[in-house]
């Protein structure tokens, strides 16, 4: 496939500066199909050039795991967040040192990555004028939601841009976190005996029980559309099952009811799809091997049905886990009261919003008179009913308007990418699968 390039060099004293432009291939996921390159883990790979991709790799794997003993009195959200924003600024700046050495800086360009420099953008002018300042910057310690915890988060997207735009790392990648899953479910299933973690038989190493939901939701996900889209070797199918029953085992526990409709819904679509587009309208699908697959596919339709199974009984899952003292509640805002705050602060701050990482203080100024007779009267919120409502109050106007962009850039650029028939090889089957599990979380 043609690719047409425009370079834009910037020349400074010892480097240049590239910025490349691929004109049919703009987002993250997308990197140059059909074009050997050597890059990261490659042949011609360096040696700073391999320490920040597995310095990238090492905050994938600790992430999920990193935990302390209560002992050392250091929260496990603190520790998460030292251990995310460590990992990703050393391997950036690795990354630049190594870009530093071939006396040439080559920065991926597309626009999704120019959406998220604006949600940074407004973020700062956010900060700049909210009520305070050093609570939007970073609050306490680099506060979730806070500018600096952004502009981490962006640094890691970045880097993703640039590490797994080849097949090879994204494999390392995916072997990785489950890797690092299979650990949080030993660990977990040790502490539902032995109650060595904060929080008793729920303990675990993800954080809040909910959380932990979604992690096993996205295991589920990418297993099944492993077993549902590759032409795999036998022997990793084994694995692959495994950890769609361990994954089922882990939402079991956790019964979250929203969650369990979510990941429904998205293995209807799925399914669907498979069936557009290989069914009655496609035939069959060559596996590669000489023989061919059937519309009816195993794998996403068993899990569509035990998912199913699961949602509409979910109230008695809740009692059986409540008799066996696996049962915790989480608490957020309602839809009713975060519209309440919304309405209150840009009643305010229509443009900017109140500054990030402020939702709390909106909270207490503007929450429903009616929560200050009920059981959550002292509870403070963080976090609105959703991230997308929590964002609506810090960054206003403005900052909405930047984070619906990024969105619905990275949904638009996925499904085109999705069913680009520009994709051969391993790539139909790792990209997909990257972007719908970006795309649930």
């Not at 979604?214 to 694995?239: C, D, H, R, Y």
């Not at 069936?275 to 009816?296: A, E, T």
């Not at 794998?299 to 569509?304: E, G, H, Q, R, T």
């Not at 520009?422 to 699968?433: A, D, M, T």
Request: net charge neutral; aromatic share 14%; proline share 3%.
């Amino acid at each position: 496939m043609d690719i047409l390039r425009k370079k834009v060099k910037i020349l400074t004293n010892s480097s240049t500066v590239e910025i490349e432009d691929t004109q049919s291939q703009d987002d993250l996921m997308e990197g140059e199909t059909g074009q050997t390159t050597t890059g990261w883990l490659g042949i011609n790979s360096s040696l700073t050039e391999r320490i920040s991709f597995y310095l990238f790799l090492l905050m994938v794997f600790l992430l999920p795991i990193v935990a302390l003993p209560a002992s050392f009195g250091v929260s496990l959200e603190l520790l998460k967040k030292v251990t995310l924003v460590s990992l990703t600024l050393g391997s950036f700046l690795f990354w630049l040192l190594a870009k530093l050495e071939d006396g040439r800086i080559s920065v991926p360009k597309n626009n999704i990555i120019f959406s998220a420099i604006g949600i940074l953008i407004v973020s700062g002018l956010s900060t700049i004028f909210s009520d305070s300042i050093s609570t939007s910057f970073s609050g306490l310690a680099v506060d979730e939601g806070s500018l600096l915890f952004l502009f981490v988060s962006f640094i890691a997207l970045f880097l993703a841009s640039v590490f797994f735009r080849e097949t090879n790392s994204v494999t390392y990648f995916f072997l990785t976190f489950f890797s690092s899953l299979a650990v949080v479910f030993v660990v977990t299933v040790a502490n539902s005996f032995l109650e060595f973690l904060p929080g008793g038989k729920i303990g675990n190493l993800i954080g809040k029980i909910n959380d932990l939901g979604v992690i096993w939701g996205l295991s589920l996900l990418i297993s099944t559309m492993f077993l549902e889209i590759s032409n795999i070797p036998a022997q990793f199918k084994k694995p692959l099952f495994l950890f769609v029953i361990l994954s089922f085992v882990g939402l079991f526990f956790v019964n979250f009811g929203l969650l369990w409709v979510l990941l429904s819904a998205i293995m209807l679509v799925l399914f669907i799809m498979s069936l557009f587009i290989n069914g009655p309208f496609g035939g069959f699908v060559d596996r590669g091997d000489g023989n061919r697959k059937s519309i009816i596919s195993r794998a996403s339709f068993l899990v569509l049905i035990v998912l199913i199974l699961l949602t509409l009984n979910s109230s008695y899952i809740g009692g059986v886990l409540n008799k066996l003292g696996f049962s915790q509640t989480e608490v957020r805002p309602s839809w009713s009261s975060t519209v309440e705050v919304i309405k209150q602060t840009l009643n305010e701050h229509p443009i900017l919003g109140s500054g990030p990482n402020s939702f709390s203080r909106q909270w207490v100024l503007y929450k429903p008179a009616d929560v200050n007779v009920s059981p959550f009267w002292n509870t403070d919120f963080n976090v609105a009913v959703g991230r997308i409502p929590t964002f609506v109050v810090t960054l206003g106007i403005l900052g909405t308007l930047a984070w619906l962009s990024f969105l619905l850039l990275f949904l638009f650029y996925g499904l085109k990418f999705i069913f680009s028939k520009n994709l051969n090889g391993s790539r139909k089957v790792l990209l997909p699968v990257s972007f719908v599990a970006s795309l649930y979380l």
